[in-house]
């Protein structure tokens, strides 16, 4: 099992930036993708970036690219998510996600979520 704790959500202005954090315990010792999704109020969760275990790879959804960089420390267990020039559509409840494969809605683990509201 793995469990993941969020952090660093917040209320920011639009064009301005935060740094989310998701930290890993439990059965840490295995390789696992990470990533981070997002749900709007009323909206689906969707898939926000994807970074593989050795952060060789990394993938974003085309509505972040260029505004959002997704970093990981496997030595501290931790994913970062940094989310610059940030839009009122970028607001919604922001969750970390971890699997032993590649990150999905259908994804092992998940975090409790961490709100981000960006005001016009």
């Known amino acids: 099992q793995v469990q993941l704790v969020e952090s660093g959500g917040g209320l920011v202005q639009a064009g301005g930036s935060l740094r989310l954090s998701c930290a890993a315990s439990g059965r840490t010792s295995s390789r696992y993708a990470m990533g981070w999704f997002r749900q709007a109020p009323g909206k689906a969760r969707e898939f926000v970036a994807a970074?593989?275990?050795?952060?060789?790879?990394?993938f974003y959804e085309d509505s972040v690219k260029g505004r959002v960089t997704i970093s990981r420390d496997n030595a501290k267990n931790t994913e970062y998510l940094q989310m610059n020039s940030l839009k009122p559509e970028d607001t919604a409840v922001y969750y970390c996600?971890?699997?032993?494969?590649?990150?999905?809605?259908?994804?092992?683990?998940w975090g409790q979520g961490t709100q981000v509201t960006v005001s016009s």
């Open positions: 996600a971890a699997d032993p494969r590649y990150v999905s809605i259908a994804s092992d683990y």
């Open positions: 970074i593989s275990w050795s952060s060789g790879s990394t």
